[in-house]
Each structure stands twice: as C-alpha cells, then as structure tokens.
C-alpha cells in the first residue's frame, strides 16, 4: 500500500505513544509514504525519527514560531494559535503547500491522524484544491471537552470534524469508549486500533505471595493525565508496608508526590525498562480523575498499557470509572482495577496484588490479551485487513 502523506499534529517519534504507535503497528508500510506533514509545533518538539526526518514537511502555524512566542510570550502566542480564524489562516496556507508539492497528482492518498483542529481544518481545505483519498486514525480527540455535564465541540468545529469522519475511507479510533461515542454522536463506524505491546506477552506467571513490602513501579510521564492519580496512590501508601518507585523523564518530582513510601527513581533507558519491571511486584497505570482531562481518560487507551500487558507483573489500574483503560482491563479481567481515588479503595488494591492465586488469573488473561488483541502482531493485522484494500 502507499500513501502520498501522512498527516498530523504529531510526527512518527520514539518519544511519545503515538509515535511508537505507529512505527510498531504499520511497519514497513511507513517506508511508502512520500511526505510527513506536520502541521503544530507539536512534532517538532517530539522530533520525528531519523528514518522519516528527509521526508518531513513542518508547516506549523505563524503563532508557533520562535521570533512570535518571543515576542509576544509564548502563552498569548499559544491562545492566538487556538482561535478559529488563525487555524483556518493556518490551514489554507499549509493546503496550499501541501498541493503545490504535489502539483502532479490528480488525486491525493492520505493517512491522517488528526489530535485536533489543525490537521482537520488543514485537510479540509486541501480537499478544495485537490480530491483527497484518506484514512483517519484518531488516537486523541483534544477538541472535545466535558462541561455542565455533557459533552461539547468548540464553536465551528463540530460539523468539520463530523464531516472529516464520515467522508474517510476508514475511521480507526484509540479506544471502544472512542468508538461507542463517534457511533452515537455522529453515526460513524470505525474500528479500534491502539498501541500495541511491542514485545510478546512474558510467559512467567508470578507465583506465592508477596513476602514483606509490596513494591509497585510506574514508568512512564509525570504529566497531567497521570499526577493526581499518582498523587491519591502516593497518598494511599502511609501506614503501609507498600513503596511506589517512579521512573520518569523528568528532573524532580511534584510537591504533589511527595509523600511517605514514594520514591523518584530517574529515567531509564527504553531497552533497560523490561529488565527493570521484574525488581517489582506490580506496575501502576494512573488515570486522571479531573473533570477538565475527561477526553482523555474516558477515550484514550495508552501504549503503556499493552506494553505493561506484556511486562508478566500484575497490574494496578487507578482512575475514574469511565476510564476507558479502567474499562478495558476490568472488563477482560486483566488487571486490579480500582475505580476511585480513595485512600480505602486503593488500599483494597493493594491487598489484591498480594493474593497469588488471583493475580496468576489476572496474568493468564493478561498474556491472552497480548497474544489474540494486544500483542504488535495482531494489531498489525487489523490495519493490514484496511490497507490491503486500499
């Protein structure tokens, strides 16, 4: 198969899920696609891969620019890069580009992963310049937000992106929660497609129970989709015979974590993290319980997850229960979901990691899921079983 471009918000990286994501899932099918077009400074600050990097076109907005954000700081440059005039703007330039660079084609192929308005409103207005064949990929849906209790589109965003669904080829979506809404709210069908594991599930099943200190690791971001259910994990561990180390990129941890039985361990390099999972009894996924993060805990599913899936430790899931992740892995019983952030419900958590016999059940399940959904190969055949089509 072959695509003329990909385009996205976000480039094909080995530091964030989405780039991963694809590289692990499509392949090869990454070499046959002419151009990568950025389209938000998102991509330049996660570099695209060195591979893919002679076939970047970056057409980021004015607004994000080094010479605006230092002129007119870099939170007011970033509030002018989110009004609707300046995207359009930003969107009609960039189609322009995008159909001059291939002023020989009739017709467009295109494999679009869109994070919000920019990659749509871009697509768009190419689509007036040239027929564009496309499939969308929604891995995060950062247009759409949870206020006075329904959810909600910007002014002027909802019927384009409405459109941009019903008029793709194919629509995958990140989660079956992503999947279930888009049916209802705009009678789109997709298929679910999501990070895989990257490595076959880990065939050695935990056994005994845990002697002494339960030790729980996290490796992953200290960001806002995870701090607040850390810091209700972190809050859960006083009094207890339980340590949460974690491992991370950042320099220091948050005041919010720092509380009795949480360690800050560093970063560790990609290749090392498998080897040390297994000094741990559990890992940790944590999901955030705010209200303003509700797309993306009710509708993303991280890499992580396949990827702790794999690791052959129980997992620990803490977040709302509308949390597509906590939904996931309760659902296939894969994992000790907690469903709260009370220090009791976690606490409960944490007494089910030690029952051996229930967590070699949540691993048998675990290993299951890689191997028949989870797992990079049956991914990959998935969204072979599209593009084979195409």
């Not at 471009?5 to 070499?31: A, C, F, P, W």
């Not at 230092?70 to 359009?88: D, E």
């Not at 494999?111 to 190419?126: D, H, K, R, S």
């Not at 319980?289 to 992580?304: E, P, V």
Request: proline share 4%; hydrophobic share 45%; aromatic share 8%.
């Amino acid at each position: 198969m072959k695509f003329d471009l990909y385009l996205s918000e976000m480039s094909v990286s080995d530091k964030h899920g989405g780039g991963l994501t694809l590289q692990r899932i499509l392949g090869d099918d990454l070499n046959s696609i002419e151009k990568f077009v950025h389209v938000n400074r998102f991509a330049a600050d996660y570099n695209v891969k060195g591979d893919f990097a002679g076939r970047a076109m970056d057409l980021f907005s004015i607004w994000e620019t080094d010479l605006l954000r230092t002129l007119i700081g870099r939170s007011r440059a970033s509030r002018m890069s989110k009004r609707l005039p300046m995207i359009k703007m930003h969107a009609n330039r960039a189609a322009k580009k995008i159909a001059a660079t291939f002023a020989g084609k009739q017709e467009l192929t295109a494999l679009v992963c869109p994070q919000g308005a920019n990659a749509i409103f871009t697509l768009e207005a190419l689509k007036k310049l040239k027929p564009v064949k496309y499939i969308t990929w929604v891995m995060d849906d950062h247009l759409v937000r949870y206020q006075n209790d329904a959810w909600q589109y910007p002014d002027g965003t909802e019927e384009v992106f409405a459109n941009h669904l019903r008029q793709a080829a194919h629509v995958f979506v990140i989660s079956p929660d992503m999947q279930a809404f888009y049916k209802e709210r705009f009678s789109v069908e997709s298929t679910v497609l999501f990070g895989s594991s990257g490595a076959a599930a880990n065939t050695l099943v935990q056994n005994g129970s845990v002697a002494g200190k339960l030790k729980i690791g996290y490796f992953g971001a200290v960001a806002a989709w995870q701090k607040d259910a850390l810091a209700a994990v972190g809050a859960a561990l006083k009094g207890t015979d339980v340590q949460l180390d974690i491992y991370s990129g950042i320099n220091k941890l948050p005041p919010e974590l720092d509380a009795e039985g949480v360690n800050f361990r560093g970063s560790v390099p990609p290749a090392q993290v498998l080897t040390q999972m297994q000094n741990y009894d559990a890992v940790l996924i944590p999901i955030s319980f705010q209200q303003k993060l509700r797309n993306m805990s009710q509708f993303n599913i991280a890499t992580k997850m396949s990827e702790y899936l794999a690791c052959g430790l129980p997992i620990l899931a803490v977040g709302p229960p509308y949390a597509a992740m906590i939904n996931y892995l309760g659902n296939n019983k894969a994992a000790v979901t907690v469903a709260s952030a009370s220090e009791a419900d976690i606490r409960a958590g944490f007494a089910q990691l030690r029952n051996a016999e229930h967590t070699a059940k949540l691993l048998k399940n675990a290993q299951k899921l890689v191997e028949d959904e989870v797992g990079t190969a049956p991914m990959h055949k998935v969204w072979q079983s599209v593009a084979a089509k195409w």
